[in-house]
């Protein structure tokens, strides 16, 4: 009995310094067994007390009273699979007739309570099939990436869900992005984890920092293109148009619309073009938008309003000549004037990081996923990276960037520098890199001239 008992305390302390210092390794090793028992043992009593049963069907009430047995019980969906991740449990459901899957997805936080897990979230694979994942710790706490990624061209992981699965973001998909946040909200290290992901794909960067280039300007040996003031920024979003101006001129003169080559696709945007052809995708970053539309005198509103239909028609016109945009800021509602709104509406992925007052959540999700707003303005002061992100479709999901410091953003894009390309009409907006400084000293003798 000694034994067991010394045996039973060390596994306990095991236990609770994994779950301290390595909580995936504490799920893996002894909360995954318990969560999977806990699943199969409370499944039918936990379902029936959240209402997610049905009544049996009629026939076999009938079979019940001609035999005189008792009446069957109430049908909780069926099983279909349970599937242990590194974060918890992915359960899959198949719904009974007459259920559906807003009742299940309205039942998360009691699902989450009864079975012990720290989070819930469905979301409906098809008709009748709906998938529960269930995580067992707070992934967010400290954020690990998985170390394998599924990595496809202009598709990125930049963070990791609550429900942890790899949040991407996918060019393809959402073209234009919009992320707000407050200062010291994690914004600026959420965009630097961008710019470290995209310097080893096939991209070209053009930056737009009009903090004198504090946040991008280090970044420069990936960057095709940086403007650090206002004045700059205009002269760069114009030549950025007329670069998409002749990228649609390329497509034009390569359309295959003939029936010469009857196999070849007609060639709407620069995806649909052979690869010998392909102009290089660009990925424009604006870093505190609201600086290019405040202005003070005639002048610069005059450049703000260039700035702003450039801008406009890149987010609208742009997508087929494969130029996207990332536009950060703090605020990006319509108090900075005519045009704004219009640009926002191109915005499609939304992701709001901790704000000050609800109307700026309300700005990045107000008009897309309203039940995030709550949910953005309750994100606490001390954890910084923590966001939540969105997209047209309404939902919507908490999200937290890895810490990426600059000095690994730096190395990124030095390592990856032979892969800028360098694109005729934006040469004079090329960034002057600094020298390469060696850090092998020179001995003494080698210094000194040779006697003679």
């Given amino acids: 009995m000694t034994g067991f008992t010394v045996a039973l305390l060390v596994v306990v302390a095991v236990a609770g310094l ?15 067994t318990l969560a999977v028992l806990r699943v199969l043992v409370r499944y039918t009593s936990v379902m029936e007390a959240c209402g997610l049963t049905v009544p049996p069907p009629r026939w076999r009430l009938t079979i019940a009273r001609m035999a005189n047995r008792p009446a069957p019980e109430s049908r909780a969906p069926r099983i279909l699979r349970l599937r242990p991740t590194r974060t918890g449990l992915v359960l899959r459901l198949g719904l009974r007739p007459g259920q559906d899957a807003f009742d299940v997805a309205a039942s998360c936080d009691r699902l ?16 009748g099939v709906v998938e529960l994942r269930m995580t ?26 609550e429900d942890g699965a790899v949040h991407y973001r996918d060019y393809r998909t959402c073209p234009h992005a919009l992320t707000v946040g407050a200062t010291k909200s994690g914004k600026s290290v959420y965009q630097r984890n961008l710019v470290a992901e995209l310097a080893a794909e096939s991209v070209a960067l053009v930056g737009i920092d009009c ?13 095709s293109a940086l403007a650090d003031n206002p004045d700059t920024a205009a002269d760069l979003l114009d030549a950025l148009v007329t670069h998409m101006e002749g990228v649609y001129q390329l497509i034009r003169a390569d359309q295959r619309i ?10 709407a945007d620069i995806w649909d073009l052979p690869e010998t052809l392909r102009p290089t995708p660009i990925v424009l970053l604006v870093d505190e938008v609201a600086e290019l539309a405040l202005f003070a005198t005639k002048e610069e509103e005059k450049r703000r309003d260039r700035i702003i239909t450039a801008l406009a028609r890149l987010a609208q016109l742009g997508r087929a000549a494969g130029i996207y945009l990332e536009i950060c800021g703090q605020r990006f509602g319509s108090e900075l004037g005519k045009g704004i709104t219009m640009l926002r509406a191109q915005l499609t992925a939304r992701t709001a990081h901790r704000v000050n007052d609800e109307t700026s959540a309300t700005m990045a999700f107000g008009d897309i996923a309203p039940d995030a707003v709550m949910a953005a303005i309750s994100i606490p002061t001390d954890t910084p990276g923590l966001a939540v992100t969105g997209d047209s479709t309404g939902g919507w999901a908490r999200i937290r960037t890895p810490h990426t410091s600059m000095r690994q953003a730096v190395n990124a894009c030095n390592r990856y520098a032979h892969r800028t390309p360098e694109l005729p009409g934006l040469v004079a907006f090329r960034p002057e890199l600094p020298p390469t400084v060696s850090l092998v000293k020179i001995p003494a003798q080698a210094e000194a001239p040779a006697s003679v």
Avoid: N
């Avoid at 067992?136 to 963070?159: E, F, I, N, S």
């Avoid at 903090?211 to 960057?223: C, H, I, S, T, W």
């Avoid at 010469?260 to 060639?267: H, K, N, R, S, T």
């Fill in 18 to 32: 994994l779950r301290w210092r390595r909580p995936a390794w504490c799920w893996l090793t002894f909360g995954v």
């Fill in 112 to 127: 989450r309570h009864s079975f012990a897990m720290y989070g819930v979230t469905s979301r409906e694979i098809r008709s």
């Fill in 136 to 161: 067992g710790y707070d992934v967010l706490a400290r954020v690990q990436m998985p170390t394998k990624l599924d990595r496809v061209p202009m598709r990125v992981p930049v963070a990791l869900r």
């Fill in 211 to 223: 903090k004198q280039g504090v946040e991008l300007f280090p970044l420069a040996r990936r960057f």
């Fill in 258 to 267: 003939t029936a010469d080559i009857p196999d070849a696709e007609i060639a």
